[in-house]
Structure formats: structure tokens, C-alpha cells
């Protein structure tokens, strides 16, 4: 079979990494979550986790998972193939096939765009449903989607795409781009498929914790969009919207939620990449190198 019949697969490979990924890391998402639209005193991890296992039991860790879950599917899978096509075309522009270092970043970037675009509307009900000051005010994923769309339409699905396109696109250049630089540049082959898995395990969740130090405060602008309720639009621009927590909140409030999120993103990013790369190798649909 050619290499182009095969080239839909890239699609399920980002879908299947999708789901291996949400179902990982929801709880770090649940707690990154609470962090962030906190406005109180700075939450701690162990207490925060069993205030929430005190509202609903072990399951209220995966309170707001559904939409989670199902949005990394398209999110994944956006994200996953327009690096993998990406980074296919800037390799054709040379004429031995290489991916330049800058072209990796881009990649990474442009991933970025299309992650956000397509998980955006699925983070939006996430928020609302974990956000403590909204319990009671949903009762399931179907109900908090009926009840936004009724009440603020359907552009409410979109709110905080500015900032989940900074955040995003930073993360990701970062990320995708170190790690190809590393992988194809810097570390050797251990001849030990396990070994191998391991490194890319540990080294991807050092550079994903990195790469969170840079993107970190718009996360915190997103939630605090996407918490809000018709009639509180406080936060109404991404800028201005970082200068207002700062300044009311100082600087640490931007970082709110920091080791959860580094956490998630560092183990769960680390995970899809890893299952993506290997499924498309399984279907016989990565690129020769």
C-alpha cells in the first residue's frame, strides 16, 4: 500500500494519543484548573485535592472529563497532524531532507493554532463545570452546553481563544521544537527500545515543565475568561487582562496552578507525542527518515 493511502492514519494516531492522553492526566487538569481561577489565598495540592473528593467522591477529580477527554481527540489530532505535515513540507524545501531547527519551532507554533482553534469550545465547558464557584449551576457536560448556548449563543464557545492561541503557540514551539533538536541532534541510540522509551519519557517531561514557565500566565488569563459568566466580563482582552491580575494580584497570581499544569502538560504532552509517534510507526505511516 503507497505512502499516501496510508496518510490518514497520521489522523488516528492523533486521535488515539488524544484519548491515552486525557484519561492520564484529568485529575492534574482538575487541579490545575482550580488553581488558576482562584482569586483567594494561594491553594495547596493535598488539601485541594481532598476538598474535591469531599464535593463528589474520587469521581469529582474527573468532574468536567467528558468534554476534557473528547476535546483531545480533535485537539490531538489537529495538533499532532499539522506538525507532522508541517514538519513534512519544510523537509521537502531542503535538499537533504532535513528539518532545520528553526522550521522545527514553526512547526511546533503552527500546531499550535490549529490545537486551540479546535479544542477552544470543549476547554470553555471544562472551566465552567470544575469551577467551584459554579457548582449546582450544571448538572452534567449536556446540561452546562445547553444552558451556554441558550444564554450566551453559540460565540461563547470561543471565549478565551486569544489567549489559548498564546498559550499554545508558545508551548508548543518550545516543546515540539526542543524536543526534535534533542531527538535527532543531541541523544544517541541506547539499543534498548525500553531504555529509549524511558529517556523520551524523562525528557520530555523536563522540557514540557520548561516550556510551562513561558505560557503559564495566559493559561491563567484563558480560565479566568472562561469562568466567567455573562454580566461579569471583567477580563476582556488578553494584554490587559495579564496587567490587571498582575497589578491586583501580583505576579505570582500568573503562575497560579504552575506545578499541576507543568505537571499535566510535561507527562500528558510527553504520553500523546510517545503514543502518536508510535502508532504511526504500528501503521506503517511514518515518514522515512
Keep these: 500500500m503507497g505512502k499516501e493511502s496510508r496518510e490518514h492514519y497520521v489522523f488516528l494516531s492523533g486521535a488515539i494519543s488524544g484519548v491515552i492522553e486525557g484519561v492520564t492526566i484529568q485529575p492534574l487538569e482538575m487541579l490545575k484548573t482550580r488553581f ?3 482569586t483567594g489565598e494561594p491553594l495547596r495540592i493535598i488539601p485541594t485535592i481532598k476538598e474535591i473528593i469531599k464535593e463528589g467522591g474520587v469521581l469529582q477529580l474527573y468532574r468536567g472529563g467528558l ?3 473528547t476535546g483531545l481527540i480533535p485537539r490531538a489530532t489537529a495538533a499532532l497532524s499539522t506538525l507532522e505535515f508541517s514538519q513534512r513540507l519544510f523537509k521537502s524545501w531542503q535538499a537533504d531532507g532535513s528539518l532545520k531547527t528553526q522550521y522545527a519551532y ?4 503552527l500546531s499550535g493554532v490549529t490545537e486551540g482553534v479546535a479544542f477552544s469550545p470543549f476547554q470553555v465547558i471544562k ?5 467551584k464557584e459554579h457548582l449546582g449551576r450544571y ?4 446540561d452546562c452546553l445547553a444552558k451556554v448556548l441558550r444564554s450566551e449563543g453559540p460565540l461563547a464557545l470561543t471565549t478565551g481563544l486569544g489567549p489559548t492561541l498564546w498559550r499554545n503557540c508558545i508551548w508548543n514551539s518550545l516543546y515540539y521544537g526542543t524536543m526534535h533538536e534533542l531527538e535527532t541532534r ?3 541510540p541506547l539499543g534498548s527500545e525500553v531504555l529509549e522509551a524511558a529517556r523520551s519519557f524523562g525528557v520530555g517531561l523536563t522540557v514540557g515543565m520548561a516550556a510551562t514557565c513561558f505560557n503559564a500566565p495566559f493559561d491563567v488569563v484563558k480560565s479566568r475568561f472562561q469562568a466567567q459568566l455573562p454580566g461579569e466580563r471583567k477580563y476582556t482582552a488578553t494584554l490587559p487582562a495579564l496587567y490587571t491580575i498582575y497589578t491586583e494580584e501580583g505576579p505570582r497570581a ?5 506545578l499541576p499544569k507543568a505537571i499535566r502538560l510535561g507527562v500528558g504532552q510527553t ?3 510517545m503514543v502518536f509517534q508510535r502508532c504511526l510507526t504500528a501503521f506503517g505511516a511514518r515518514e522515512a527518515a
Excluded: C, D
Aim: charged content about 10%; aromatic content about 10%; glycine content about 14%.
Design 106 to 109: 514553526l512547526s511546533g507554533g
Design 67 to 69: 468534554p476534557e477527554i
Design 186 to 188: 543531541h541523544l544517541q
Design 254 to 258: 500568573l503562575y497560579r496552578g504552575f
Design 36 to 38: 488558576q481561577i482562584n
Design 139 to 142: 448538572a452534567n457536560t449536556w
Design 271 to 273: 504520553i500523546g507525542l
Design 127 to 131: 472551566v465552567r463545570l470544575m469551577a
